[in-house]
T-cell receptor
Framework: EAQVTQNPRYLITVTGKKLTVTCSQN?????MSWYRQDPGLGLRQIYY???????DKGDVPEGYKVSRKEKRNFPLILESPSPNQTSLYFC??????????????FGPGTRLTVT | GQQVMQIPQYQHVQEGEDFTTYCNSS?????IQWYKQRPGGHPVFLIQ?????EVKKQKRLTFQFGEAKKNSSLHITATQTTDVGTYFC????????FGAGTRLTVKP
């Protein structure tokens, strides 16, 4: 089954404690992206990757890191989480997004709370 | 940079009423996509529009792409309780930008 998986689905942590949210897709997609979703703000892109070893900042990259060492995996790293990073995070993948774009497949989401 | 604005932010309708959400971009788009997110779920792709003035239909849903490729709309005819959720547009050029979404609630 074609899918995007994220782990963990829920996480409560404390300020400053490094964490990683994993994302994996089994569709051989080139493009992968991380979004955060906050009430009233919709989906804001954190980082994206056009292919292996290629990553770029999105709209809200501060406080986050990513890596793309393999095509299928795109982990999101919070080196020193802060309460303003409490949010719902989605990983997504697609064949590409530049014209002509392909649909993005989203993971189930990770709800992160930083106290 | 490219910005995508979506209105309204919320819409509450009586079952059977129509619903429309609008999406406007600050720049010309190469294409636009629409997604639906059910409460507690993740965004799911609905459709993509590519051509200027394009209109596509999916049962009770009608999607339009403006002539200038800077705006789009999603219209639902005779809403049902199953239509509940948040509808997002996503405009694409060199990258993709999502609108803030329109949250639709339907009263039975």
């Amino acid at each position: 089954e074609a899918q995007v998986t994220q782990n963990p689905r829920y996480l409560i942590t404390v300020t400053g404690k490094k964490l990683t949210v994993t994302c994996s897709q089994n569709m051989n997609h080139e493009y992968m992206s991380w979004y955060r979703q906050d009430p009233g703000l919709g989906l804001r892109q954190i980082y994206y990757s056009m292919n292996v070893e290629v990553t770029d900042k999105g709209d809200v990259p501060e406080g986050y890191k990513v890596s793309r060492k393999e095509k299928r995996n795109f982990p999101l790293i919070l080196e020193s989480p802060s309460p303003n990073q409490t949010s719902l995070y989605f990983c997504a993948s697609s064949r590409r997004v530049e014209s002509p774009a392909y649909e993005q497949y989203f993971g189930p989401g990770t709800r992160l709370t930083v106290t | 940079g490219q910005q995508v604005m979506q209105i309204p932010q919320y819409q509450h309708v009586q079952e059977g009423e129509d619903f429309t959400t609008y999406c406007n971009s600050s720049t010309t788009l190469s294409n636009i996509q629409w997604y639906k997110q059910r409460p507690g779920g993740h965004p799911v792709f609905l459709i993509q529009l590519v051509k200027s003035g394009e209109v596509k239909k999916q049962k009770r849903l009608t999607f339009q792409f403006g002539e200038a490729k800077k705006n789009s709309s999603l219209h639902i005819t005779a809403t049902q309780t199953t239509d509940v959720g948040t509808y997002f547009c996503a405009g694409s050029n060199n990258d993709m930008r999502f609108g803030a979404g329109t949250r639709l609630t339907v009263k039975p």
